[in-house]
Nanobody
């Protein structure tokens, strides 16, 4: 069982940056691949970024590619998402998720989810 708690959301002006954190409980964090998802108001949830258990492989949605970085610190049981040059369309609830499946394929199933953190980007 893994419990995930996101933090770092808030209100940011367009063009600014934000770093989200996701702290995981449990002793086997480094055996899970991790991802960040987001769900804008009235829209479907999308996977924003994913990272393999070792951190050696990452994947990004086109909507954030080139201005975001996903990373993890297995010693701290934490995964991060840095987004730069924020845009109003980045406004969403951001969730982190953990998967027992290795890798970063878009089709993998995520087993554990956090409660989410709101990010609002003002224009």
């Amino acid at each position: 069982q893994v419990q995930l708690v996101e933090s770092g959301g808030g209100l940011v002006q367009a063009g600014g940056s934000l770093r989200l954190s996701c702290a995981a409980s449990g002793r086997t964090f480094d055996s899970y691949s991790m991802a960040w998802f987001r769900q804008p108001p009235g829209k479907e949830r999308e996977r924003v970024a994913a990272i393999s258990w070792s951190g050696g492989s990452t994947s990004y949605a086109d909507s954030v590619k080139g201005r975001s970085t996903i990373s993890r610190d297995n010693a701290k049981n934490t995964v991060y998402l840095q987004i730069d040059n924020l845009k109003p369309e980045d406004t969403a609830v951001y969730y982190c998720a953990a998967s027992r499946f290795p890798g970063i394929a878009v089709t993998i199933k995520y087993d554990y989810w956090g409660q989410g953190t709101q990010v609002t980007v003002s224009s």
